[in-house]
């Protein structure tokens, strides 16, 4: 996949992201055990959601096993991504 786009604003912290990004989970959280590492596709964001935060939706590039099970999409906080330019 690609380089780093850098939309990410070092003096807030917020990632800025939109529609059609590609993303990586890069939380070191309760997670990652799960998703760190893991490249998907934003599908929805919002940035201030009930909580004052940026949240998306992702579809996974490769379904992820998530307990006993595999999902496709998934919804987080935009904190827990890096951006990253499509380049194939």
Known sequence: MGEKNGRKNSAEGEVKMKVGDV???TD???YARWFLG???IVEKYTPVASDGRA???V???K???YHDRYTS???FSADK?????ETL
């Open 28 to 30: 070191s959280g309760t």
């Open 55 to 57: 949240h998306c939706s």
């Open 59 to 61: 579809a996974w590039l």
């Open 81 to 85: 991504f890096e951006v990253y330019n």
């Open 63 to 65: 379904p992820v096993k």
């Open 38 to 40: 893991q490249m998907g």
């Open 73 to 75: 999409h998934s919804n």
């Open 23 to 25: 993303v990586m989970f």
